[in-house]
């Protein structure tokens, strides 16, 4: 698999389409703070916002702020890489497009499993939430 191109994207306004919800205004507040090298859960996520890991999908599947929100660090909570831009399943090619961009930046595997050391727990993401 070869590099990555990164959209040239750095904007803060929503592509073209609905305006997010309150809810997804919070979920992309919080999956910004998620640093390179890292990621989170649907449900550590859904934790943090008393909210459900199906909502953080969803909501995550129409982040209108790609890359910005980096909803690519969002995993399964069994550390697999879950969904991505509406694909789901380890072959698909935006799935598999997830697993290089975390490839990219430092996240390693366990076969087709995120390293438990590079994910953060419901209470790590509440600190860098409040930070």
Known sequence: MGTVRKKD??????????QPTAFEQRLYEVCKKI?????????ALAKVLK????????GLRRNPYAPVVPCHRVVAADL???????????????VC??????KDEGICFDGH???????????????????
């Not at 909210?51 to 969803?58: E, I, K, L, N, P």
């Not at 697999?80 to 935006?94: D, P, R, V, Y």
Request: include cysteine; proline fraction near 4%.
């Open 9 to 18: 994207r750095t904007s803060q306004e929503p592509k073209k389409g609905r």
């Open 35 to 43: 640093p390179a090298g890292k990621v989170s859960t649907y449900g």
């Open 51 to 58: 909210s459900s890991a199906r909502a953080v999908g969803q």
């Open 80 to 94: 697999q890489l879950g969904g991505f831009s509406g694909s789901w399943g380890i072959e698909t090619a935006n």
């Open 97 to 102: 497009r997830k697993k290089a961009l975390l």
């Open 113 to 131: 499993k995120v390293a438990p050391s590079c994910v953060l727990n419901a209470d790590e993401l509440a600190q860098i939430k409040s930070e």
